[in-house]
């Protein structure tokens, strides 16, 4: 089960056991505004592991069970978008501080990223032996930890990648030619 809170912390979302997001204001105190069904096709089908809201709100980011993403309108409970399958649960998510990416991890030693509008995949990294239970950002980095007892840390910075590709393009691996010994 997830639990969030909205930036300005008026709305409270909740998952279930049973794949359902619920919805409160926090100033009623009372009955859910909104109920999203669990329902297969409709909501996860399956439990709800983790839940986010993004930047400003508007926006609730959920993984479960089913191991799929999905970004709901927390007005409305409408599906905004969602991701296939990914092979395994998804245990927990987590977005970049300014809302433009989430990443999400779980059963297949696996952390993935996509781009927050419309659930574009980015990358998915075999970061761990065994089953990752949970993730969280800090500015470009992400850090992922698993049951086999790492802490792993992810640095998205694109400038960082491309030195590091320029170190590697001079390697080549093969056999010698002949005569050459």
């Not at 609730?60 to 978008?81: E, F, I, K, N, P």
């Not at 990752?132 to 800090?138: D, L």
Request: with cysteine.
């Amino acid at each position: 089960m997830g639990l969030a809170w909205s930036s300005d912390g008026a709305i409270l979302a909740a998952g279930s056991t049973r794949g359902e997001i619920w919805f409160w204001k926090a100033a009623d105190g009372g009955e859910p505004v909104l109920r999203i069904p669990g329902e297969a096709g409709r909501g996860h089908g399956n439990g709800v592991s983790s839940l986010a809201f993004l930047p400003g709100g508007n926006v609730l980011a959920s993984c479960g069970r089913d191991g799929t993403l999905r970004l709901w309108d927390a007005r409305s409970g409408a599906v905004l978008a969602r991701t296939p399958p990914v092979g395994g649960y998804l245990d927990d998510l987590a977005h970049s501080p300014d809302g433009s990416k989430i990443s999400a991890v779980g059963t297949d030693g696996y952390l993935r990223v996509w781009e927050s509008d419309g659930l574009v995949p980015i990358l998915a990294v075999p970061l761990h032996q065994r089953q990752v239970a949970a993730v969280a950002w800090n500015g470009g980095r992400i850090f992922s930890a698993s049951e086999d007892g790492t802490v792993r840390i992810l640095d998205l910075d694109e400038s960082k990648w491309k030195a590091r590709a320029r170190q590697i393009i001079g390697v080549a691996v093969g056999k010698p030619i002949e005569g050459s010994q």
